[in-house]
């Protein structure tokens, strides 16, 4: 496995944009466009791996929707001619590296929660279908929190008519490690509710970030109700597209948070695959990517 500095270091400021930013995904396997709904770094949970820096203030708080779209659609222009694979940040990478595998909602803070997250939806796909971009998936990369809500409700369906993903979080299986882990507004059953609710509409993907806390990772009981969870969903009609098991790779919020290996990222997704008989995908640390 070879480490590549781009997958570590996934700025969300890209020369003078407000909103849309460029980096290579190792979940997307290439290059994925970033939207950040969330420039004024709100977020419903406080993660302690998460790699938002937010010791420095926001420079602007709402979604100005004609800046995005200009900013997407220049974006989007810069990976179809090339001129985003000859910028520096961008450099020496393989070939299937530098090919635009998404467009994704995730930026400085929770993107459901944003007030215009439906309008948004509709402009991004707008674009998308204006430059012809049939094969790119639209990504919603969420909590799960608010997947309920009207409004959001409304976007994940504009959505359904598109190529799109839903990737929804989930760490834990007990209340107790969750709440330790993503320090939460919402109780895990709220999240699972959430999920479950989403997954009886259209396929979900269920991301899990698995680390080790004060040198120590998730112990087997706690795997066990994490699978437990997954196939409450399951058994009660959700459907999840797969899991992807992955562990920290950039500088997380708390340095008491350090990657597992890959044999215990290997360990966790042997478990969830053989006993959920989900689609399983591993993700490794800085070293071992």
């Known amino acids: ?4 500095p781009q997958f570590m270091h996934h700025p969300r ?3 003078a944009n407000r909103y849309v930013y460029p980096v290579v995904s190792r979940r997307s396997g290439g290059i994925s466009i970033g939207i950040n709904l969330n420039p004024d770094k709100a977020c419903n949970f406080d993660c302690i791996y998460c790699q938002v820096d937010r010791t420095t203030p926001p420079v ?5 929707a004609g800046v995005l779209e200009v900013e ?3 974006m989007l222009r810069r990976v179809i001619d090339g001129r985003l694979a000859r910028e520096p940040e961008f450099a020496g990478l393989p070939e299937h590296l530098v090919r635009l595998r998404d467009i994704a909602f995730s930026g400085d803070g929770e993107p459901t929660a944003c007030k215009t997250f439906a309008e948004c939806v509709a402009l991004t796909a ?3 279908r204006s430059l012809r971009l049939d094969d790119v ?3 919603v990369i969420t909590d799960a929190a608010y997947l309920t809500r009207p409004k959001v409700e409304e976007g994940l369906a504009l959505l359904d008519r598109e190529r799109s993903e839903i990737w929804a979080k989930l760490d834990a299986g007990t209340e107790e490690y969750y709440r330790r882990i993503n320090r939460p507004n919402v109780p895990l059953r709220h999240v699972l509710d959430e999920i479950l609710a989403c997954a009886r509409r259209r396929p979900v993907v269920i991301q899990s970030l698995f680390m080790r806390v004060d040198g120590v990772g998730p112990d087997d009981k706690e795997l066990t ?5 997954l196939n409450g969903v399951t058994y009660a009609g959700g459907r999840l597209a797969r899991v992807q098991v992955y562990t920290v790779a950039r500088k997380p919020a708390e340095p008491s948070v350090t990657p597992l290996s890959a044999a215990e990222v290997d360990y966790v997704a042997a478990r969830v695959r053989a006993e959920t008989g989900l689609a ?5 640390g800085p070293s071992e990517i």
């Open 137 to 139: 998936k639209i990504v």
């Open 225 to 229: 109700a994490y699978i437990a969870a």
């Open 280 to 284: 399983v995908e591993a993700y490794y």
């Open 13 to 15: 400021d890209w020369r």
């Open 1 to 4: 496995m070879t480490t590549l």
């Open 60 to 64: 602007v708080r709402e979604v100005d």
């Open 72 to 74: 997407l659609r220049e």
């Open 126 to 128: 707008g674009v998308k």
